[in-house]
């Protein structure tokens, strides 16, 4: 077999991230301003509540996993906004596994998925984040299972994925953001991959994010939100796509003008409920689901107790 065949798993990606330019999707080059005046006049009541001094911050800032806390169990999210951030093995794994696909995607030559976690686990120490304090301190246990669940997700990659050819114009964890009411409001985001670029008005990116598990309609959600940034930014991407590497399967959805508008009127929702909790002006109402599992305000709610009494198995992202 000739090293440039592709297996079925990586000729799939191939052949739903090509697309002739004459089937890519045309966007008003105005549905960016469209955009952000809808989201700025349905964000302008938040706008004395975070200038309040009932607002911790000066700035309301909106994540994908910020917006699907807020459209979650409501009184979870109260218990975590009160708890500092802390590093744990999967949020570890996660951050490793991505800084190894990273390198994969940028490196010179052949390399073993072993060896770029082991090159990414090196970088992360060397960084001045809070991750490096949390790898260095992990006992020579938890460090070889990080080092083996991060491995066998980047080998998953390696595995799916057709090698990523510099014309595609691959790009890792590259920030986005979209500034909103005088920079009181800021929508940002990381996603996993992307690939493509627009030409003119004409969308070219894809947006990839990857996962773990069963599907979740918040995954599509995540997506979406991503693709609202891009408009903001530039143009609206023409694919989103969560790929399940456990799977090898995508869930691909195709970026159109009401997709966005529904992208935005959640984003005003999630950042409405947000503000109302951050600053106490309501009490938070509970949605008993999978996350009960590990939620901080567990020990203290029957509801949540009543659900993991019958609870389905839970699912992962890296
Ligand atoms: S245990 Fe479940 S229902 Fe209760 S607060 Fe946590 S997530 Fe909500």
Redesign the pocket.
């Known amino acids: 077999m000739h090293a440039d065949q592709l297996n079925p798993a990586q000729q799939e990606v191939v052949d739903l991230l090509g697309a002739p330019m004459d089937e890519r999707p045309t966007f008003d080059p105005g549905l960016r301003d469209e955009l952000r005046a809808l989201l700025e006049e349905g964000l302008a009541p938040l706008v004395p509540v975070i200038e309040s001094d009932r607002f911790d911050d000066d700035v309301l800032y909106l994540s994908k996993h910020r917006l699907a806390q807020a459209h979650?169990?409501e009184?979870?999210f109260t218990?975590e906004l009160s708890e500092p951030f802390q590093w744990s093995p999967p949020i570890a794994r996660g951050t490793i596994t991505h800084k190894a696909i990273e390198l994969s995607v940028h490196w010179q030559g052949e390399a073993s998925p072993l060896a770029l976690v082991d090159e990414a686990m090196a970088r992360l120490e060397n960084t001045d984040r809070s991750i490096a304090d949390y790898l260095t301190g992990c006992d020579p246990t938890e460090r070889a299972e990080l080092r083996a669940e991060s491995a066998a997700a980047t080998t998953q990659f390696a595995e799916c994925f057709p090698p990523l050819k510099a014309k595609w114009r691959p790009a890792t964890d590259s920030p986005i953001r979209a500034e909103l009411c005088a920079g009181l409001i800021v929508l940002s985001g990381k996603p996993d991959l992307t690939l493509g670029q627009p030409a003119a008005t004409v969308a070219g990116k894809v947006i990839i994010d990857f996962k773990t598990g069963r599907f979740s309609p918040a995954h599509r959600e995540d997506l979406r939100f991503y693709a609202l940034v891009e408009a903001l930014r530039i143009l609206p991407p023409r694919l989103l796509a969560t790929y399940y590497l456990d799977q090898a399967r995508f869930h691909p959805e195709e970026v159109t003008r009401d997709l966005l508008l529904s992208a935005a009127e959640r984003v005003i929702d999630g950042a409405q409920r947000y503000a109302e909790l951050a600053s106490g002006s309501r009490e938070p109402t509970?949605?008993?689901?999978p996350?009960?599992r590990w939620?901080?305000?567990?020990s203290d709610?029957d509801?949540?107790?009543a659900?993991?009494e019958d609870a389905p198995d839970g699912h992962a992202d890296w």
């Open positions: 979650g169990c009184r979870k218990a509970v949605a008993p689901g996350a009960c939620c901080p305000a567990q709610c509801e949540g107790a659900y993991l």
